[in-house]
């Protein structure tokens, strides 16, 4: 097995919390001695470049399709993105499985410790072989694609609000109630397209659409309810997917885009009649990750279409 260390709470102690090498010495031994541990960084997930994201994921898959289970420590703010991208390039057997804390290693009741044997857990068991990219947190397990973290400060800071936990891990052992269906994987070459999320609400302009527009090579718009929009906010976005991609997702946790319910001005009716590339079941976040990788990967029109059909 491969401990790769990414830096996060996990990996820092003190108050204010910093990354500190004694906390990731500390996290290579914690792992075990039949875990060769690699640190890939020690910074804030905030703080990483996407280059450093795409790297660390192609690292993960890189170790993982050679058949040995990987286990990446990382902050907590952007995990459930780059946990996400390495979901959309990798499709081998072994596991690559996310962790990290939301408590420094100094904290009263530290959680890291846990969550990095529980992950370590997840990725030995047989039966996470040929699962794709997992995130691990306070004893659960969630398909990449699904986890989202839910709370700021809370240790149980990450749900799949759009499907149920694919498991949990009970007196050290996996137990799995559902297996995601695996997707053929991005060939991403590079992420330095300029991707940006709108979320729309009440009398939100049409001109930030066309201001976002001129700056970025494509857009993910939030919508509220089940994917009504402001009328003259999603007239201004349909008129820019004419000429760059615009991926619309539901803003509510548990949402979905609707097809042929409601009618009015609006509506997601209107929604689909246009060239906005619907996606019911990815966050904002996600799509964004999904967008970049997928411009990342040479794809456009039709292949850009398919892709985000998987998650609608």
């Known amino acids: 097995m491969r401990l790769l260390i990414a ?3 996990i990996a820092m102690s003190g108050s204010p919390a910093r990354p500190s090498l004694e906390v990731i010495e500390q996290l290579q031994q914690q792992a075990g001695a039949h875990v060769e541990a690699e640190v890939f960084a020690t910074v804030a997930s905030v703080q990483f470049t996407a280059d450093q994201a795409l790297a660390l994921c192609r690292r993960a898959s890189e170790v993982a399709d050679e058949g040995t289970p990987v286990v990446v420590t990382h902050g907590t703010d952007l995990l459930e993105e780059v946990a996400f991208l390495c979901d959309l390039i990798y499709d081998g057997d072994a596991p690559v499985v996310f962790t990290g804390a939301m408590r420094t290693s100094s904290a ?23 699962l794709g990219v997992l995130v691990v947190f306070a004893d659960r397990v969630h398909a990449a694609r699904h986890a989202r973290k839910s709370d700021s400060t809370s240790i149980d800071a990450f749900e799949s609000p759009q499907a149920a936990a694919l498991g949990y891990v009970e007196e050290g052992r996996l137990i799995r109630r559902w297996a995601p269906p695996r997707l053929p994987p991005l060939d991403v070459s590079s992420i330095d397209a300029t991707v940006e999320i709108l979320t729309p609400g009440l009398a939100s302009s049409p001109d930030l659409v066309t201001a976002a527009a001129a700056i970025c090579d494509g857009l993910v718009i939030s919508l509220p309810g089940a994917g009504h929009t402001p009328p003259r906010f999603l007239a201004a976005a349909q008129e820019v997917a004419k000429t760059k991609p615009v991926v ?35 966050s904002a976040p996600a799509a964004r990750i999904a967008l970049l990788a997928a411009l990342g990967a040479g794809l456009s029109g039709p292949e850009l279409d398919e892709l985000f059909s998987r998650y609608d």
């Open 248 to 282: 619309a997702v539901p803003r509510p946790a548990r949402g979905a885009l609707l097809r042929h319910t409601y009618g009015f001005e609006g509506s997601e009716v209107d929604l689909r009649a246009g060239a906005i590339v619907c996606c019911s079941i990815l």
């Open 108 to 130: 009263p009741g530290a959680d890291g410790p846990a969550n990095l044997a529980a992950a370590v857990a997840v990725a030995s068991a047989p039966t996470a072989r040929g």
């Open 7 to 9: 830096g996060g709470t």
